[in-house]
């Protein structure tokens, strides 16, 4: 097994990226309800990945063997947003998820709606006390146990630093490795449970608002 390296992300890493939300997010987000090689499945990612690109001043892929096998993307007040070339149009995924079968159609309204409404209610009135944020942090499965995490997390606290950076500030779930951010000094802010109903149950997992002190 070879070194990992650190680079920039490339608009070639895209792919990856969404399967490491997959992997980061899929249980929580309770993702493997929907049919994954399906249209509307590929434009919700579509959808995230733009999601967490939007924002970004900085980001980072892990190489290992040739392979990207971990990510990290971050954002700092008063920087620029430099991956929002790498976004795609969104009409053809509003056309994806609105061709989806009823079923699923319903279920994607009601994942994104509870979702977002659950982080903004987190968030409220507590933006003003963040300069920074960490977007997404991943590392694949297949990776894990080779301190990639914690490597990928060094690069953007460095970022941070350079920027001058006081806190930020990241969205965690209860299906997530929460033990990571606690072992690396983030402090949990608050919860909120969310509750979906899909068409077929109900499912419940707390989503949580973390904090860093540089």
């Given at each position: 097994m070879g070194d990992v390296m650190i680079?920039?992300?490339?608009?070639?890493d895209l792919s990856v990226l969404q399967l490491l939300i997959v992997e980061a997010f899929g249980a929580g987000w309770n993702l493997g309800r929907f049919e994954q090689g399906a249209d509307y499945f590929r434009a919700l990612l579509e959808v995230y990945q733009n999601m967490f690109l939007n924002s970004s001043t900085f980001g980072k892929v892990a190489v290992l063997d040739g392979n990207v096998v971990g990510a990290v993307l971050?954002?700092?007040?008063?920087?620029?947003e430099k991956f929002r070339s790498l976004q795609k149009?969104?009409?053809?995924?509003?056309?994806?998820?609105?061709a989806a079968p009823e079923a699923a159609r319903a279920d994607l309204v009601e994942h994104l709606s509870v979702s977002f409404q659950t982080i903004g209610q987190l968030l409220e009135h507590r933006l003003d006390a963040y300069d920074g944020s960490l977007e997404f942090i991943a590392v694949s499965k297949r990776a894990q146990g080779l301190h990639i995490g914690k490597t990928l997390w060094g690069a953007a606290r460095a970022y941070f630093k350079s920027r001058h950076i006081k806190s930020i500030y990241l969205i965690a779930d209860s299906a997530c490795n929460v033990g990571f951010y606690h072992h690396h000094g983030f402090s949990k802010v608050d919860a909120q449970e969310a509750t979906y109903h899909y068409t077929t149950g109900q499912k419940k997992f707390d989503i949580f608002l973390y904090a860093y002190q540089l």
């Open positions: 680079r920039e992300i490339e608009e070639k971050a954002s700092a007040k008063g920087d620029a149009d969104v009409a053809p995924h509003t056309l994806a998820l609105l």
